[in-house]
């Protein structure tokens, strides 16, 4: 299956039924059998996130996760999960396409993501679609990389 023969859908999940659906895409792209380190989508829309699902040729081929605004006004980009079967067929820029397309409707200067510093396909993914890192956090004791999209200024030199 290519991108070219397919259309990727993206739709708001509005209830918990339909974000238990979603699970089963967190235990595929994370191998998630443990229920300590498995995420709910149920529990973002519990938490008043935006939860979404992708589709391609009507098929589910992932799911992500947009939450707040942070103190620089940029929107957290909380997950983005693509099933293996559809990676690398321009799903996860999709889903990074509309993230930013939504942050701008709400009024965010851009978009930032926390991504695990040992997960390096994503750090340079991310790199590759955009974003730049400036810095790490702390979370849970696993140090987190920030990958963060904010406007460049252009002006002249000495302007």
Known sequence: MTMRNCRV????????R?????????????????????????????????VYRVTVG?????????GYGTSANLME???VMVLPAF?????????????RREARKRGHRGIVVEVDAGNRKARDWYRRNGLATVGW?????ERAWIEEE???RRGRVGA
């Open 18 to 50: 339909e974000a238990r659906e979603l699970d089963r895409v967190d235990a595929a792209v994370w191998g998630s059998r443990n229920p300590a380190r498995h995420r709910y989508f149920g529990q973002f829309l519990w938490a008043g996130m935006r």
């Open 58 to 66: 009507g098929k589910l081929a992932g799911a992500f996760v947009t």
């Open 150 to 152: 904010r406007p460049v």
């Open 87 to 99: 990676r690398r067929m321009g799903v996860g820029t999709a889903c990074l396409e509309f993230a």
């Open 137 to 141: 956090v702390m979370v849970d004791n």
């Open 9 to 16: 859908l993206i739709t708001g999940v509005k209830t918990h």
């Open 77 to 79: 980009l909380e997950e």
